[in-house]
């Protein structure tokens, strides 16, 4: 990882950092599923792992603390980081054994029913609200085992904290709260099997300062907004992850496709 980080790729991943912590601080989310996946398509995703995994957990920290009052929100939600945390664990086990593709259509499906529930009258998130410590498990442990599988956590939980009407600065803090534990977990278990050590924390402090820079200065923008505009970025961000998602799949298969056909 010295040499990438010393080569012209590293100018090239410094840009997608600061894309990623604008839109993270505008939106209140939204680092880790823009900077992986893309860094994923300039190196291999293990690399791409360890090259966001500190910028990923310096991002959420700011997050959280962001706004005041975040002991409030995290004492009245903090389970669900432990969900995510369980559920991470159980993901993990599926991306190192079966193929994590399929889940990611499946992923893609359950956003686009979420946005079109108003449109498809037989579909009700209200149970949400009414049954919030019932449906919390489901929604963190659904988290939790997305992130594991395919590095994406968040459509569950803003299905589940939007249907609860927190309000953004809430939503901001809990949602990094649960990245947090996600990618911790992700983090502990690279360090067991000797991916991670001292060096490569180093070499991506650099990554971490340009990603808070980048954070505070999307923030700045998130504040001249109207709760409105607020859903309104929320949704087209939603959006935004369906295509980012299924192209994932796409391009995967293209990619396998010439070693499929010659297996025949």
């Known amino acids: ?8 790729l590293a100018f090239a991943i410094g840009g997608v950092i600061v894309i990623a912590g604008l839109a993270h601080g505008i939106v209140g989310f939204g680092f880790p599923m823009i900077s992986t996946p893309v860094v994923a ?8 792992i360890l090259v966001t995994v500190l910028p990923n957990i310096l991002v959420n920290l700011i997050s959280i603390l962001r ?11 903090w389970p669900m980081a432990i969900y995510v945390l369980i559920g991470t664990l ?3 086990r599926i991306l190192i054994s079966a193929d994590p593709e399929p889940l990611k259509l499946l992923l893609a499906v359950s956003i686009v029913l979420f946005l079109l529930q108003e ?3 037989r579909l009700d998130f209200s149970w949400i609200s009414r ?9 963190g442990l659904m988290a939790g085992f997305l992130s594991g599988a395919v590095n994406v956590s968040v459509p569950p939980l803003v299905v589940y904290f939007m249907a609860l009407g927190l309000a953004p600065i809430a939503m901001t803090q809990m949602l990094n709260l649960c990245f947090i534990a996600g990618k911790t977990t ?5 360090s067991a099997s000797g991916h991670v050590d001292v060096a490569s924390f180093v070499l991506t402090v650099p990554l971490a300062l340009l990603a808070a820079g980048a954070l505070g200065l999307g923030m700045r923008m998130q504040r001249n907004l109207t709760q409105e505009a607020y859903k309104f970025l929320l949704r087209k961000a939603l959006w935004i992850m369906v295509a980012i998602l299924v192209g994932q799949v796409v391009f995967h298969y293209l990619r396998a496709w010439p070693r499929l056909t010659s297996l025949t």
């Open 1 to 8: 990882m010295d040499a990438l980080l010393h080569s012209h």
């Open 41 to 48: 398509m300039m190196v291999d995703m293990k690399t791409a």
């Open 67 to 77: 706004g005041g009052k975040w002991y409030e929100s995290l004492g009245k939600y």
């Open 90 to 92: 159980l993901g993990t």
């Open 119 to 121: 449109r498809i009258r």
């Open 131 to 139: 049954y919030p410590k019932a449906s919390g498990p489901l929604f």
């Open 186 to 190: 992700q983090l502990a278990s690279l």
